[in-house]
């Protein structure tokens, strides 16, 4: 009987469960295989060798998450099973159970795949659960009537039989097979060396469902491996497209339709207009000669690790130092998100949910976005990241709404794979270093005859800091135990963080000085802003509130502009990202309407004191001092101390800013209903 059935090997166990894996990953390579062939068109894949074989490569290990993480069940059962003999019976049975269930659903979720992309062009997203908000029944209807659905059932039952069958043919070969000495000292290895083939062969298994060595498990942006779209989409299996859409879909908010009534009363309280909408003044210079536009995003450029920037000892700002002394800068100011993504999703579309790129309403373009402003004021628009495009879906996201151009990670591989052949090789598990972003930045302005509005998101200053390996420190860096103390991070890496937060300074300070020194300089404004403070700097609670969500905005305005534009520079003033944008436009757009949730121009002749606030969503500043918002210290209210510290002494919530506050938070989900899902 099956209940006497002796304990299995761990040799067996092992061998079992490569097999059943190998059988798994068939079928989703025969899918990726079928997508191709199907798909491509004549000529389409001509050159792209190696993006085929990185297709190839990166679905190996997406089917080889999916294969492992599908078969933890049985595994779990099959080590229980080496050390006793009822788990050898629950585990037999369990596998003529599991192994039909996973190849039917991997199967399914193949065909599935392929005939979505015949439709939609695109693996499965969350668009699939459309059958929620369809109707079943019609959806259904549409498949049988649209679909070979009866060739289809049949394929994925004949696969699933025939897979079965042959799973439970090698488990009685493991378990029973009297093989030759050699192959059998494997396969029914000695007691005392079967804990170290259990331990050797779960710690491979669980590489396996990471599908990587790297720190992070290999995710959803990992797909991008080509500027073929079809490569890209044949990258991931149809379970994994599954299970990511289903997880977007998830995380989507619940947008719903809001009245504009609301919305005008929130906008009173918090910040005295009844409106979202704003115009830059008239101005007949600008009209005329409307300067490209440069806006940085500089990846973790934040002040709580600038405070210890020390030139000829520990040197921070390298090459930028120049132009943070020459230029407008503003120190009193917040990042307004602490993640990359999250301000991106802010900074541009309004949007407090990092989600929106990938959600249910992922396909839904909101209006007033900066890219819009500019096009409609006759300027190319541009986005430039030396990381994969299928972060947070950030490529697509950005065609949806209109950017003329983008450059991501696969796009420079083309763009040097001639001039400088080991770009590949240059490439991180995050992307290229910043260094390769300015060049081609050059390239577009000076090849320009329209006014240009570049955004560039930087990328090297990102954790794990690590500048690339041949980066020769261009200024000293010697820390002292305080800033080392400081940091939070294991002794061999600190360095790496200042040495990366310098390259990357430098990367940017070269290119400001190559436009600046050169014809661009006279008609190109640029701005340059941390997205969030430095990751893994310790904070000291109260003190460093205002310094720890800190990031310098940085401004460069050409002498032509400043002297046909009303301007003052008042350095003291507070802001934070919502302002950026307003400034810029009042830089170079003349009489432009544009959409601000609060954000003003700092460099206006009077400020206005409504809006003359910045906020993160773990803090507010006024000019008066700051709150902690969703932290411990949540309605103290803390005065301004020595340099960017601020007073150790609690003091209660002024009532007029707590309003301001309540007020500003819920204006700001009105509008991205009200621009997501509409106007009741």
Known sequence: MLKDQPRIAPGALAVFTLAHVFLLLVIMA???????????????????????????RVGALFDLRTATIGLIPLYALGLASCLYDRAAWLFTAAQKIWSPFLYFAISLATVVNFFYYRTFHNEIDISIFGVINDGTKAVMTAVFVDYPSVRVILLVTVVTYAFSYLTRRILRICQRWEAPASVKSFINIKATFGLVVLLTFTAAYVVGVRGTLRPTPLRQHDRMVSNVPLLNKAVPNGLMALNWAFHNYSNTPPYQPVTQEDGQELAMAAFGRGSLEDKTPENAWL????????MMIMEGFGANLLEFDTPGVTDLLGSFRRHMGEDFVFRRFVSEENFTMPALARQFFFCPDESISRGKFKSVRLSGTPFDVYKQNGYETVFIYPGHGAWHDIRSYLFLHGVDRTYFLTDFFDLYEKEKPNVVSRASARGLPDEY???LVREILEKSDKPMFIVILTLTNHLPDTPPHDYVDRYPINPGPELLDKLNAPKGVKLNMLRSYQYANNCVGDFVSGIKDGPLGNRTVMAGFGDHRVINVKAKYP????????????LYVPKPVLANTPHRYAPERIGSNKDILPTLYSLSLSGADYYSVGGRNLMAEQDDPHRA??????LFINADGVCPLG??????WYAYGNGMSVSDTPQPMPDAVSEKIRAYEQLYRWQINARAAGIK
């Open 437 to 439: 972003i300015f060049p």
């Open 613 to 618: 606030f910045g906020i993160n969503t773990r």
């Open 543 to 554: 003190a460093d509130l205002f310094l720890n969500r800190a990031v310098p905005f940085w």
């Open 30 to 56: 025969a899918g990726r295989l079928s997508m191709v062939m199907a798909f491509a068109e004549p000529g389409a894949l001509d050159g792209h060798g190696y993006e085929i074989w990185a297709m190839w």
């Open 287 to 294: 009209a005329k000669n409307p300067p490209h536009v440069v």
């Open 631 to 636: 932290e411990d210290y949540t309605n103290n």
